[in-house]
């Protein structure tokens, strides 16, 4: 019988829902996945990489993470047998499964301003590292991650290289990381991002949206009193401080679902203190209003009488 005297290679079984099958280059997830084995020395280890649906993923990260909620990139090891159980040689060279949600990478790649392709190159990396034993629990840990993906990203052919941030859930009962590419520096790059970022505030936060058309009733009612220049600063400096107050807390809220969405009293700490200085901006707001506009209209209601 004819023998070979090196190890077999890595063996990454890829497979992609129908819906974005023109969408996805299996074979650069493939090589994305067994780079990484690679580069660990875990050479002949095998592993299933996934790409479906966020509802798919839902479901999962609720079923075995108790969070009913949608992830980019889930790891599931094999190797978590109980004690006392004897894994067959085959279980042994097989180190699990590694599921990505491609629209919720799709939106995170436009957000970081780089390919699917490039997200989706990340997320196999990322999630077939935990496979692989790492995680990013503690500062040392996150290090030694961090500084092998990268290395592994880098040799990949126009790879994505940098650090993951806090926006990743790879494996079951841990948090993983998001990846931040570099941004430029440049004023005119700022300035965009900075309008995008009003943009999304106001698309997605319902109350950002009744802030505004509260706002426009209180200039409207304002023009209509004919409130003396000063009046209009403190109005202006309130409706300011309102929406200021209402984007610190969204953004209070998105950095805490970043790191972890599963309950924690200091994560619950970080979004009462947030929507306590809304309701606060809110109450100095109705008080401004008061002494702006009651006055006015009191006066008015006299004259008509």
Do not use: C
């Amino acid at each position: 019988m004819k023998t070979s005297s090196s190890p077999p290679g890595p063996a990454v079984d890829v497979q992609v829902s129908g819906e974005f099958a023109g969408q996805v280059d299996s074979g650069d997830l493939r090589a994305s996945a067994e780079a990484a084995l690679t580069h660990a020395g875990r050479v002949g280890r095998e592993l299933t990489l996934v790409v479906t649906g966020d509802a798919v993923v839902r479901e999962m990260n609720a079923r075995y993470r108790g969070v009913d909620a949608v992830t980019d990139v889930l790891a599931f090891p094999a190797n978590e047998a109980g004690a006392g159980f004897v894994e067959s040689p085959e279980a042994f060279h097989y180190l699990g499964d590694v599921i990505i949600a491609y629209p919720r990478a799709a939106a995170q790649a436009e957000e970081a301003g780089h390919a699917v392709s490039e997200e989706l190159r990340l997320l196999a990396v990322h999630g077939t590292l935990h496979l692989l034993g790492y995680d990013h629990a503690t500062p040392s840990e996150e290090a030694a991650m961090w500084e092998l993906q990268d290395r592994i990203l880098a040799g990949l052919p126009q790879g994505p290289k940098g650090k993951p941030s806090p926006e990743r859930s790879v494996s079951p009962g841990a948090a993983g990381e998001h990846y931040e590419s570099p941004w430029r520096s440049d004023l005119l790059t700022s300035f965009r991002n900075a309008f995008a970022g009003l943009a999304r505030f106001v698309r997605t936060q319902r109350n950002a949206r009744i802030h505004f058309v509260i706002a426009l009733l209180a200039i409207a009612l304002a023009a209509t009193l004919g409130i003396t220049l000063s009046e209009w600063a403190i109005l202006a400096l309130t409706i300011g401080f309102v929406f200021v107050a209402e984007m610190f807390n969204s953004v209070a809220e998105l950095a805490v679902d970043a790191v972890t969405l599963e309950f924690h009293p200091l994560a619950k700490g970080a979004k009462d203190i947030g929507a306590g200085a809304v309701v606060l901006a809110a109450v100095v707001s109705v008080i401004v209003g008061l002494l702006l506009f009651v006055p006015r209209l009191w006066s008015l209601w006299q004259s008509i009488g």
